[in-house]
């Protein structure tokens, strides 16, 4: 049996303990599997480099023991750091009530590995191959056609695609869900918002919670495409709607899709006894992580509008009938409501900020809560040489070292399941989100 050369025994083996380093919420066998089988077959891609460097300057000697030696080693310190990861895994799933993993569980991380990194290592010796027969002239010219025409044909017109998609989703009808009855809520028969113009996201909005008294109001991009005309058509609603007769109004400000949670509704809600109308804007249909990535600015232009606005309105009141104004947002709504925040505090009660992405959101004066299991108050590039700063961060999980790079790239594989986590975990919140906002 041929014994792999020593270097790349010690490269894959690192490479295959790194992607077992300790996660911030669980991992199931096929997101262990593809990180796993990645990981090692960019260990054989480094030591097929390194030997192509190496053998051009000289024919290095062959020590099969020594080869030996290292595959025994690097075989060991895989199954040592299985085993860690194994322990670790289960420590999350016990902080978060969920079930231990099962033997069938790491069955299934090893050959899925294994499978996905023959995969990958038969595409790039395929690619490598038909490079040599094309020539370095050939392979340079394909290379540069292929990257234009990604850019400038197949990249915008997957966006539009998307975006088309995205919007068409939002727009979706959800048959279980009925024309609100409380005239309190954008909607209903009163309402100055026409139910077929609230969305996906805001009709799920209006139609939550089991406080009849409380005001909902939401305004999705369908009712104007002119931002400043929405936010109009919202102040209006509010006052409708009674809104203003709260003694409390909050704004709420939406993630990149409209959503605005639940749990912090109900949670407003229930701080405030009913006694409170929240307001929602939506400026996006796409998913956050495309808006965080390509429109950020709505976010903070949509929350300016709404809050100038509300604020603008219950400076029109008398002192004594004035509502306390707060502002709430989550994930991409935190940095959109901190920075309209950040730039006129004047007549705002309070601040709450959910999930806040790592340094994106000025906290001030805000109650700020950030799960320690969250990857998204953690991951930013500074990850890569840096230790996060999680002063305030609350403990929900075990948490893990610190490890340059290996944490960077372990907490980017933990944003694709950040909102799987029940509430209180990941980037999932709770009702604290509402009763927790600060008095006046």
């Known amino acids: 049996m041929a014994v792999p050369r ?14 077992l ?12 599997a593809i990180v796993t089988g990645v990981a090692a077959s960019l260990g054989l891609a480094l030591s097929a480099i390194l030997f192509r460097v190496t053998n051009r300057v000289s024919t290095p000697s062959i020590h099969p023991r020594t080869r030996l030696i290292a595959l025994a080693g690097g075989t060991v310190a895989i199954l040592a750091a299985a085993m860690l990861d194994a322990r670790w895994q289960n420590s999350l799933r016990a902080a978060m009530a969920s079930e231990p993993t099962s033997p069938m569980h ?11 990194c023959a995969i990958l290592v038969v595409i790039g010796v395929g690619i490598v191959r038909g490079a040599r027969r094309l020539g370095r002239t050939n392979t340079a010219v394909l290379l540069i056609v292929s990257v234009l025409s990604g850019y400038f044909l197949a990249l915008p017109a997957t966006w539009s695609s998307f975006a088309t998609q995205s919007a068409s989703a939002g727009a979706s009808m959800d048959t279980s869900l009925s024309l609100p009855q409380s005239s309190g809520r954008s909607g209903s028969r009163d309402s100055l918002i026409d139910w ?3 969305g996906r996201e805001g009709r799920k909005f209006v139609t939550g919670g089991d406080d009849g008294s409380a005001v909902r109001t939401y305004v999705a991009l369908d009712a104007d495409p002119v931002l400043l005309t929405r936010a109009r058509i919202a102040v209006d609603e509010l006052q409708r ?22 749990n912090a509704v109900t949670g407003i809600e229930d701080r405030f006894d009913g006694d409170v109308a929240t307001v929602a804007l939506q400026y996006s249909y796409q998913p956050s992580w495309v808006t965080f990535l390509f429109a950020k600015s709505e976010a903070t232009e949509a929350a300016r509008a709404v809050l100038d606005a509300v604020r603008t309105r219950i400076a029109e009141l008398p002192a004594a009938a004035r509502p306390d104004l707060y502002v709430y947002g989550q994930s991409l709504g935190s940095i959109g409501g901190s920075a ?13 900020w959910a999930g806040p992405p790592a340094g994106e959101v000025e906290t001030g004066a805000a109650v700020v809560l950030a799960n320690s299991s969250d990857p998204v108050v953690r991951w930013s590039t500074e990850l890569l040489t840096s230790p ?9 999980a075990p948490m893990p070292q610190w490890i340059p790079v290996i944490s960077y790239l372990q907490t980017t594989v933990d944003m694709v399941s950040a909102l799987d986590a029940p509430a209180g975990h990941g980037h999932r919140y709770g009702q604290d989100q509402g009763t927790l906002l600060p008095n006046c």
């Open 340 to 352: 309209a925040v950040a730039e006129d505090r004047a007549a705002i009660c309070g601040t709450l």
């Open 106 to 116: 790491w069955v299934e991380v090893l050959y899925g590995s294994i499978s996905i």
């Open 196 to 198: 077929n113009s609230l």
């Open 388 to 396: 996060p700063n999680l002063d305030g961060v609350r403990v929900d």
């Open 241 to 262: 709607s009674g809104g203003f007769a709260k003694s409390h109004v909050v704004v709420a400000v939406p993630t990149g899709s409209g959503w605005v949670d639940a």
């Open 21 to 32: 380093a300790p996660s911030l919420l669980p991992r199931s066998s096929l997101t262990q």
């Open 6 to 19: 020593t270097t790349t025994t010690v490269l894959v083996a690192a490479a295959v303990i790194a992607s």
